[in-house]
């Protein structure tokens, strides 16, 4: 019990009373709602909108606006949310994380928030952790929402970007983080307000609210482009690696995730290279090749961290199991990964956009979540996300059995044990289900029951197109399942088997297309006979199957329910338990235990020598368990360092992120200025007047009289921001007695102003106007985009800074300030000198910066996006130098990342590209 706890009493039990008090109202409702027609029912809708526009609160509306979601779900989809139900709707609705047991309807209970906030026209998200669960519940649920005429859209990979726009604008939008977090960076990449997809952030309610803001927040999404080109180096760099052995040539620190060579290694790599000092920054390129390249070859496993499909690389969600298609790792790890595994080695990418999920998610106006195991994170979602977490008390008494787990020395052991026990639970008949951490667990179990004869299905990467199938059959007589982590399946395990599921494959079988079961599984109301038809089928194949099932779920009962088996703890505690929940749903019986060896990662970096030791005085046998109370305390803390690991890594991404957060509202608040087509020319002389200013205080610091002031310097200044400005050659006594610095700002002020009403009668007022949005809007991407890189190079050094005794993240936000006020000096600079130089011919269409793809930064990258820049024309603005260039030179041109054509060795940006620009500036060119 914590100390607050002993003061207070039991808080979670508070909040419950509390709840239960709003959740008494929406029960008190029942009677007199259900009364109502479907019409009338219907009704409550707009009536709901209209009380809200004469100023009443949701919470006034919220016990009736409930009572009609619920009635609207009975005659939907048959399912009326009871009480607890109620109370988790309640919880998530006040922007907290609603605690609720595996298979406690969260999917239902999702449905009377949505519905409730949804009735402000601003729109709800429902944030799923992959596709499937995202369709099948727009699907499932959306039935309930239409019935009561709200919209329904679902944001998947794949749609087109007119579907894209229309699920955003319904009431109700379903879809995955990435999905959401990609489309925000990419609104903020567009050049036309009609491009943008996303509305404003309003409410969101995110399912497996762990898994998501939790375990997937500690690596950012990322929107890349194409960057530098492979060579050939990935592959000699893979080639070199192979000829090292371990502790000789490189040594590995599991623990930190880390390999780097020794000087041994570092003398062969410069024997290999041909190199005099593999360290020297020339070498570089060569270095951080060989560096991921041993990554590739000895930390990245294949079957675990990835899988080779069709010739291609496909990562594994280490979250899920699942297959991330589309997906790259970033920094050359996935070149270094597809040379290991010779398949074609696909071009890098560079960086256009990024944000943290942390900082994504912290923009909605109300953040909720819903999850069967968060009250262990709850100190990080009320740190970083300011939720705290209310957990909900089952419908039925919880009756599983979680046994102590039996502990082996060795893992061949250990596994030969599980493969004893499965055989020994399946000849009772009792279901079972083995959890494992990877696909090459998975199949090495699976030939295990093969060698014995035991009939089973594997549930991982590989299955993944039959994972309804296998879930939904988990629980049938005599089954047995191994499956990768079991978070986010998004099916029930139904003791005896799921009727539902077979009445629809019987269904598809008899030639059923995807809309009639749909229909046939709802309960909305048709006068087509072929739809009434399909129902009635769908009726008479559900009553069939539901009556074999309850037999067979009687029997399974009386058996012990399912058998859950884990094959090695997980290094969070929440993964665990989700694993154990799959048992002892809705008052059903069931048994979990965890076997665990000492070779086990966790154990084995965690656990400690003195474990080993210990163990090592008892002489056992591989395969005979050790019971001691000692080694399963042992293993509880071991997961809470990781658990502790784990979150100091969050909360540094989100230190640094918000350092970039800060200059990315300013910089995106400047692109929404030029989407929502706002007259900028204030603005633009606004960026004048700075320019000036500039000019005349560096021409005026060294001296107070102006006989003294540097004429030259300041006139030199000016001609750079048009060669329109004719500098005064000389000034007269009696106007330089009378002349003060602010005297000489408002003349150049006027000046300019002209200048600029001159340039404006050229082209045309109209024309101006759209072509300063232009001009502003590439500036600024140009040169955000730039700093993006400047500041992911910033970073990767900055980190040592901690051994000066300089704490790392001040020194990048002090530094990263620096930075962005250098480029927003920039973008001025540049914006006005564009604005002043444009001529008739100049023209106004805005084009996408780049070809463009979103990533998870060391994590995938996604390459769904076709966006591609359109040629440019002489006298438009620069595009990035990886892309064609907008004005004509004298020279061939030299890529930002290619050598230095001077022979200096160092890339061409880090050389001569500045001096060469604004040579080129000088010229009339730019």
């Known amino acids: 019990m914590s100390l607050m706890e002993k003061i207070f009493g039991d808080l979670n039990k508070k909040e419950i009373r509390k709840i239960e008090k709003i959740a008494a109202k929406v029960e008190a409702f029942d009677n007199e709602i259900s009364a109502l027609s479907d019409e009338e029912l219907k009704a409550k809708t707009p009536y709901f909108k209209e009380r809200l526009k004469n100023g009443e609160t949701l919470d006034d509306i919220l016990p009736e606006a409930f009572a009609v979601a619920r009635e609207g779900a009975y005659r939907s989809v048959g399912m009326k949310p009871f009480h607890v139900q109620i109370l988790g709707g309640i919880v998530l609705h006040q922007g907290r994380i609603a605690e609720m047991k595996t298979g406690e309807g969260k999917t239902l209970v999702a449905t009377l928030p949505v519905y409730l906030n949804a009735l402000e026209g601003k729109g709800v998200h429902v944030i799923t952790v992959n596709d499937y669960l995202a369709k099948r519940d727009s699907e ?192 050359g790890l996935h070149q270094a990964i597809e040379a290991k595994e010779h398949v074609l080695v696909r071009s890098e990418s560079k960086t256009l956009a990024t944000i943290t999920l942390q900082n994504y998610f912290r923009m909605y106006d109300k953040l909720a979540g819903m999850t069967g195991t968060a009250k262990t994170e709850e100190d990080e979602f009320r740190d970083i996300y300011n939720m705290d977490v209310v957990v909900v008390p089952t419908n039925k008494p919880v009756i599983r059995k979680d046994l102590q787990d039996s502990v082996y020395q060795t893992e061949k052991g250990k596994f030969k044990a599980i493969a004893k026990r499965v055989e020994e639970v399946h000849k009772t008949g009792q279901p079972v289900l083995v959890g494992t951490i990877s696909i090459e667990k ?199 360092k990781v658990e502790g690991r784990n979150f100091g890594i969050r909360k540094y991404v989100l230190q640094y992120d918000n350092v970039m957060n800060k200059q990315r509202e300013i910089i995106y608040s400047e692109r929404r200025r030029v989407l929502f087509g706002e007259d900028l020319r204030e603005y633009i002389m606004g960026m004048t007047h700075t320019l000036i200013d500039n000019a005349v205080e560096q021409a005026v610091v060294a001296s107070k009289y102006p006989e003294e002031w540097d004429f030259a310097a300041m006139n030199k200044a000016l001609r750079r921001i048009t060669p329109m400005y004719v500098p005064k050659e000389e000034y007269s006594t009696d106007e330089l007695v009378q002349m003060t610095e602010d005297s000489l700002k408002e003349d150049l002020y006027d000046e300019f102003e002209k200048l600029y009403e001159k340039k404006e009668e050229e082209i045309g007022k109209e024309q101006m106007r759209e072509v300063e949005r232009m001009i502003l809007l590439r500036v600024v991407d140009n040169l955000w985009m730039d700093h993006i890189d400047a500041m992911d190079q910033l970073r990767e050094g900055i980190g040592l800074r901690a051994l000066g005794q300089q704490d790392p993240v001040a020194a990048y936000a002090k530094e990263g300030f620096d930075m962005f006020d250098a480029m927003i ?86 050389c001569c590209m500045k001096k060469d620009l604004e040579e080129e500036r000088r010229n009339g060119h730019a």
């Open 442 to 640: 998975s199949e090495l179990i699976s030939d295990m029951l093969d060698k014995k004869g035991i009939p089973h299905n594997v549930l991982n990467a590989k299955q993944h197109e039959r994972e309804a199938e296998i879930v939904a059959q988990a629980g049938r007589k005599g089954a047995v399942t191994i499956a990768t982590n079991m978070a986010g399946r998004g099916t029930d395990i139904l003791l005896g088997g799921n009727p539902d599921f077979d009445a629809r494959k019987e269904m598809r079988k008899n030639g059923f297309t995807d809309e009639q079961i749909n229909f046939a599984t709802g309960f909305t109301k048709s006068d087509d006979p072929e739809m009434v038809k399909a129902r009635d089928t769908y009726n008479e194949y559900k009553a069939k199957f539901k009556e074999e099932h309850d037999k067979e779920h009687d029997e399974v009962v009386k058996l012990g329910g399912l058998c859950i088996i884990g094959t090695e703890r997980h290094e969070s505690r929440r993964i665990d338990n989700q694993l154990r929940g799959r048992a002892g749903r809705q008052g059903d019986p069931g048994t979990t235990q965890f076997f665990i060896s000492l070779e086990d990662d966790l154990m084995r970096l965690f656990g400690g020598e003195r474990m080993q030791k210990f163990v090592d005085r008892m002489g056992l046998e591989e395969d005979e368990p050790i019971e001691a109370g000692m080694l399963t305390k042992s293993i509880e803390s071991a997961q809470k």
């Open 140 to 331: 499932w649920m959306g039935k309930v929402y239409t019935f009561l005429g709200l919209t329904v859209g679902c944001v998947i990979h794949g749609i087109s970007e007119e579907e894209r726009k229309a699920a955003y604008r319904a009431d109700v939008t379903y879809g995955t983080n990435n999905e959401f977090g990609f489309d925000y960076l990419r609104d903020n990449m567009v050049t036309y307000k009609e491009e943008l997809t996303q509305r404003e952030l309003h409410y969101a309610i995110v399912d497996e609210v762990d898994s998501i803001l939790i375990d997937e927040a500690r690596t950012p999404l990322i929107i890349s482009g194409e960057g530098t080109k492979s060579t050939d180096l990935y592959r000699r760099a893979d080639d070199f690696v192979r000829t090292l052995t371990e502790k000789d040539d490189y040594e590995i620190e599991e623990k930190d995730d880390q390999i780097a060579l020794t000087d041994a290694g570092v003398a062969k790599a410069e024997d290999y290279f041909d190199l005099e000092n593999f360290a020297d920054p020339e070498n570089m390129e060569i270095n951080h090749n060989v560096q991921e390249a041993l990554r590739a070859e000895y930390m990245m496993k294949r079957d675990k961290d990835y899988i080779v499909k069709d010739g291609e690389i496909v990562i594994v969600d280490e979250f899920t199991g699942r297959l991330m298609y589309g997906r790259r790792y970033s920094n």
């Open 825 to 910: 000096g920039e973008i001025t600079a540049e914006t006005v000198t564009y604005c002043y130089s444009v001529t008739i011919e100049t023209r106004s269409e805005r084009h996408a910066l780049a070809e463009i793809s979103g990533e998870r930064k060391d994590e995938y990258v996604d390459d769904r996006s076709d966006l591609q820049g359109a040629p440019n024309e002489e006298n438009q603005i620069p595009e990035r130098e990886n892309k064609p260039v907008t004005y004509k030179r004298k020279r061939p041109k030299v890529g930002r990342n290619d050598p230095c054509p001077c022979g200096s060795g160092k890339k061409y940006k880090n």
